[in-house]
């Protein structure tokens, strides 16, 4: 298994401000991906980062909102940025060990808030 | 595109009754699929997962899951749950699209069991 940690772990931001979630893992992942659990809902997959390209976006999501980096295979930066309300959710790093059978493992998660 | 439903989103039992947990995907292809489990206020855990060999998988904590392809369906079931088992549950399907694998999820059943 892998073990994910996730910095902030919650965090309450103002309409129109932009917040960074860290997630580093235990160890060298060729892909980590970034899901967003909003409140009742099940998780929806933003992006897959993998090191040394562009993020892969899902329909729906934009580089300008949710800009990712992945500087190296082990850490990765999710921003939500100008936040509204609508972007209050539960933000979910996720690897795949690639051992073949592509099973992920999750962090915590960041409960964001926004007023 | 892949997708994944979940026929039930909320379920209650009572200790020692026999849960069956519908999931249907639809996609063509091969199939990677998982049930994960969400426990209040924890991470997402694998249950149990089918890639290929047995359609029928165990997992832990007594689950085990059936693949059935011709019905595209991969159904939880398990013989006589606890009130340890009261948590969220989703159904997800990892397959090939384009710029590489993705994991899909269901919108999640959240099984309430009574002592």
């Known amino acids: 298994s892998a073990v994910i940690s996730q910095k902030p772990s919650r965090d309450i931001c103002q309409r129109g401000t932009s917040l960074t979630i860290q997630c580093q893992v235990d160890s060298q992942v060729t892909m980590m991906f970034w899901y967003r659990q909003q409140p009742g809902q099940s998780l929806t997959l933003i992006a897959t980062?993998?090191?040394?390209?562009?993020?892969?976006?899902e329909s729906g999501f934009v580089i300008d909102k949710f800009p990712i980096s992945r500087p190296n295979l082990t850490f990765s930066t999710l921003t939500v940025s100008n936040m509204s309300p609508e972007d209050s959710s539960i933000y979910l790093c996720?690897?795949?060990?690639?051992?073949?059978?592509?099973?992920?493992?999750f962090g915590p998660g960041t409960r964001l808030t926004v007023l | 595109a892949q997708s994944v439903s979940q026929h039930n989103h909320h379920v209650i039992l009572s200790e020692a009754a026999s849960l069956e947990l519908g999931c249907n995907y639809s996609y063509g292809g091969t199939v990677n699929l998982f049930w994960y489990v969400q426990y209040p206020g924890q991470h997402l855990q694998l249950l149990l997962k089918y890639f290929s060999g047995d359609p029928l998988v165990k997992g832990i904590k007594g689950f085990e899951a059936e693949f059935i392809k011709s019905k595209f369906s991969f159904n939880l079931r398990k013989p006589s749950v606890q009130w340890s088992d009261t948590a969220e549950y989703f159904c997800?399907?990892?397959?090939?699209?384009?710029?590489?694998?993705?994991?899909?999820f269901g919108a999640g059943t959240r099984l309430f069991v009574k002592a």
């Open positions: 997800a399907v990892n397959a090939r699209e384009t710029g590489g694998f993705k994991t899909i």
């Open positions: 996720s690897v795949d060990r690639a051992s073949g059978n592509n099973e992920q493992f």
């Open positions: 980062a993998n090191q040394g390209s562009e993020a892969t976006y």
